[in-house]
């Protein structure tokens, strides 16, 4: 990586900004999945064996701008106190006076964690000038700044992006430097058995990723609800399949721009469905889907094509299912990638979401080479050819 690191600084003593992401799952106001609360102690411990004070901030759901108490991020330190067996402070803010004072009591070793981030407008105003005062503010209380949310990397906000302007060093934490450094070999792969997967429901953010890959791939598989979308592009029937005039659009564009690389792009042959008025399930051929069905998932056919092609790879890089993966059997497509997955001798990267739930609940984890915690993040990476604006935003190594 050619980004400092946590490593490459001295933090003794120092008040640290380090940007996290703990936006995790909560439901009725408990953490469902802690994966990415565990992925920063790393850094945390380092920091604080140093003896840092470290003054955590991070981003959970989507309040636009205003205090929404379902989305603190309250119950995330508690979690992170339980994990690392140490009292974490938590503030109800992540600006002004109240930080100012914690901060200020706090000694070498200590960890703070702020509010939500999204609780400010500032946080993702596309106004620059707003941006740049919280991020100021945001800043106020630290010497220095430390991303290791590399889930949030892709977005410049005034906690990614903006606090770079105000606070130096800014170098990159344990997790970024991982997610990067392991990323990095899928975008330096060469062509021959470079394999790439495919899915999910929203096309539109991954008509770019497409674009980047189609050129460098040996194999680009398709499944999930972007498959429905270049089904249609091509003219086939797709019944009620999921699928959104805005994708049907991309895929079209796609398919012309694309053209002299369309054919190491595969599309599924066969479809698991379902008719919505009785709930039947049945297996048909690509263009065999009628009125009154849904295409839930790829058929058995495709499933086979598929895990044998990634089974091959010498590089793979999975993001996103094959199908409804929380309805069964709608999740058998997913699950036969993510077996493949776990037999590919190559090396394999799984890029966030529900890929990473189809790996883990079949206990496949451990045999990836890696799986990103970001979803979006790692797409993004892919597509920039190896660049991230919040990581850009570090300081360079030589």
């Not at 990473?356 to 451990?366: D, F, K, N, P």
Request: with cysteine; hydrophobic share 40%; charged share 25%.
């Amino acid at each position: 990586m050619n980004k400092k690191t946590i490593h490459d600084v001295d933090v003794t003593g120092k008040r640290v900004l380090v940007r996290v992401d703990f936006n995790v799952p909560m439901e009725d106001g408990q953490i469902t999945d802690d994966t990415r609360i565990r992925a920063v102690l790393p850094t945390i411990g380092y920091l604080t064996g140093q003896g840092a004070v470290v003054i955590l901030c991070a981003h959970m759901g989507r309040p636009k701008g205003k205090r929404v108490p379902e989305e603190s991020l309250k119950p995330a330190g508690d979690r992170l106190g339980q994990l690392i067996d140490a009292p974490v402070s938590f503030v109800d803010d992540c600006i002004g006076e109240p930080v100012a004072q914690t901060v200020a009591a706090a000694s070498p070793g200590d960890i703070i964690l702020l509010e939500n981030t999204r609780f400010h407008p500032g946080e993702e105003s596309k106004d620059e000038a707003e941006m740049l005062a919280f991020a100021e503010q945001l800043a106020a209380p630290a010497d220095m700044y430390v991303n290791d949310a590399f889930g949030a990397s892709h977005r410049k906000h005034a906690s990614t992006y903006g606090v770079t302007k105000y606070l130096s060093p800014c170098v990159a934490g344990l997790l970024v430097e991982e997610e990067v450094t392991k990323l990095q070999r899928v975008v330096d792969a060469e062509r021959e058995g470079f394999v790439a997967v495919l899915g999910g429901a929203k096309v539109k953010d991954k008509i770019g990723v497409v674009e980047a890959l189609l050129p460098r791939v040996e194999h680009l598989l398709i499944g999930g609800a972007m498959a429905w979308a270049f089904f249609r592009a091509q003219g086939m029937e797709i019944g009620e399949s999921l699928c959104s005039d805005e994708s049907i659009e991309g895929a079209g564009k796609l398919l012309n721009s694309m053209a002299e690389y369309l054919d190491r792009m595969v599309l599924p042959v066969d479809v698991h469905m379902k008719k919505l008025a009785t709930g039947e399930t049945r297996y048909a051929p690509a263009g065999g889907l009628k009125p009154g069905w849904d295409a839930l998932d790829i058929g058995p056919e495709t499933r086979e094509k598929y895990a044998d092609t990634v089974r091959k790879a010498k590089t793979v890089f999975w993001n996103g299912p094959m199908g409804y993966f929380e309805e069964p059997p709608f999740d058998e497509g997913t699950l036969a990638v993510a077996e493949a997955m776990g037999e590919c001798t190559g090396y394999n990267v799984v890029g966030g979401g529900d890929s990473v739930a189809a790996i883990t609940q079949m206990g496949l984890a451990e045999q990836m080479d890696h799986v990103s915690t970001g979803g979006g993040a790692s797409l993004e990476f892919i597509e920039n050819g190896g660049s991230l604006p919040a990581v850009e935003a570090l300081d360079g190594k030589g």
